[in-house]
């Protein structure tokens, strides 16, 4: 079983709709979590941290299930700049990320 | 502004011929990685570097070699390039510990014939 798991997609969804990724990681005392955006081939940048509590920043909320270990990232009102790849990324007790395969956001008009 | 740079951007070389790429950061980090990323694989570590003359294999370093002689530095090197070593390579860094970010470089697009 890989470390950090996600769902490839592509999804496809139309502007101003909300979607949703899940990602499952194996590792339950990992204690950080991330959702980095790769835009096509480019370098990964970071979009938010993943707190137990859950945080949102503008359209996009993260949450962390500890007990289900997953955590997910939610994107209202989708734009067109939405497309992209988004990494979940575990932080292991070691300090090592560990980055999942990514889901494919393709935003249509 | 705060960046890491990686050069060149794009190589196209033959195999077993020796090539390095460069990797630099300006922000003073502690913690630096070499990643390569292909499709269907996600990005794997390579090496990493605690520290300046602290380098530690990450879960794909066969073929490679680095080297943390300066803090801002951390090339990463292939003595004899191989077809299986064409990929799309990330240098990062960060500070080492807590919520940090980490920042990539652009990344470098390698061919080997």
């Known amino acids: 079983r890989k470390e950090v798991e996600q769902d490839p997609g592509p999804f496809n969804v139309p502007e101003g709709a909300t979607v949703a990724f899940n990602c499952t990681y194996s590792n339950s005392a990992s204690q950080s979590f991330f959702w980095y955006r790769q835009d096509c081939r480019k370098e990964p940048k970071l979009l938010m941290s993943v707190y137990s509590s859950g945080n949102e920043d503008g359209r996009f909320t993260a949450q962390l299930n500890r007990a289900s270990q997953y955590i997910s990232l939610l994107i209202r009102d989708s734009k067109l700049s939405d497309s992209a790849t988004y990494l979940c990324v575990e932080r292991n007790q070691g300090g090592k990320l560990i980055f999942g395969q990514g889901t494919e956001l393709s935003v249509k008009p | 502004e705060a960046q890491v740079t990686q050069n060149p951007r794009y190589l196209i070389t033959v195999t077993g011929k020796k090539l390095t790429v460069t990797c630099s950061q300006n922000?003073?980090?502690?913690?630096m990685s070499w990643y390569r990323q292909d499709p269907g694989l996600g990005l794997r570590q390579i090496y990493y570097s605690m520290n300046v003359e602290v380098t530690d294999k990450g879960d794909v370093p066969e073929g490679y070699k680095v080297s943390r002689k300066e803090k801002r530095n951390f090339p990463l090197i292939l003595e004899s390039p191989s077809p299986n070593q064409t990929s799309l390579y990330f240098c990062?860094?960060?500070?080492?510990?807590?919520?940090?970010?980490?920042?990539f470089g652009p990344g470098t697009r390698l061919l080997v014939l």
């Open positions: 922000m003073n980090h502690e913690y």
């Open positions: 990062a860094s960060r500070d080492y510990g807590g919520q940090e970010t980490q920042y």
